[in-house]
Structure formats: C-alpha cells, structure tokens
C-alpha cells in the first residue's frame, strides 16, 4: 500500500519559514517525479513545484519562485519543501505527490502530468 504523509505545517508569522516533509512508503523505487500542490477553499488545487527523481530538474510557480526550494532525500524516501518568506497568500493546505508510473514530466520551466498518489495535506497558516 502507497502513503505519502505531510508534515510539518503549522501556523508562522509573515516573512517567516517553515520546512515541510513527505514521508513516501510502499513504493519499490525512488525513481519518479515528485510534486507539492496547495489549495485553499473554493479555488483549485495549484502545482507549486516539482522535482525529477534525481533532482536535477526543479519546477516553481511563479508566485514561490524564488522563496520556496523543492528537494528530496532518496534515501530516505523524503520529499521536502523549504518555504522561506512566506505571505499571508501562501495560506492554504498542502499536499505532496507521487508519480511512479513516470507520467509526470519536469523540466526547469515545466511541470506537466497526471500525478497517481498523494497525501493527506498539512495546514500552513501564514499571519500578518
């Protein structure tokens, strides 16, 4: 059975930063794109960044760019989101995401694809 677990939310002042995890189990391999998305109510869930399974491609949306890093730990089957200079529009729930079927793909400036499995969310609340 696949999980991927989040970690790592909470609520953080503005120009504050939190690091998020997700904790992969049940897959084989490491060897596939990952993704964080994040939503809040009544809008659609938006691709924030992705990362190849070696980490040598790194996607970001426009409105992270810059202050977030995506990374991962193969070795660890952990996936990591560093958010740095975080806004009040940076509020909502986060997920990560996993494509072991290799549908995804992420380039520097791209980030296109289907993801197959994701987590649960974590809750990041940015006050001014």
């Known amino acids: 059975q696949v999980q991927l677990v989040e970690s790592g939310g909470g609520l953080v002042q503005a120009g504050g930063s939190l690091r998020l995890s997700c904790k992969v189990s049940?897959?084989?391999?490491?060897?596939?794109?990952m993704g964080w998305f994040r939503q809040v109510p009544g809008k659609e869930r938006e691709r924030i960044a992705c990362?190849?399974?070696?980490?040598?491609?790194?996607y970001y949306h426009d409105s992270v760019k810059g202050r977030f890093t995506i990374s991962r730990d193969n070795e660890k089957n952990t996936l990591y989101l560093q958010m740095n200079d975080l806004k009040d529009e940076d509020t909502a729930v986060y997920y990560c995401?996993?494509?072991?079927?290799?549908?995804?793909?992420?380039?520097?400036?791209?980030?296109?694809?289907?993801?197959?499995?994701w987590g649960q969310g974590t809750q990041v609340t940015v006050s001014s």
């Open positions: 995401a996993a494509d072991p079927g290799i549908q995804v793909m992420v380039t520097t400036s791209y980030c296109g694809g289907v993801f197959e499995y």
């Open positions: 990362i190849s399974w070696s980490g040598s491609s790194a």
């Open positions: 049940g897959l084989t391999s490491y060897q596939y794109p």
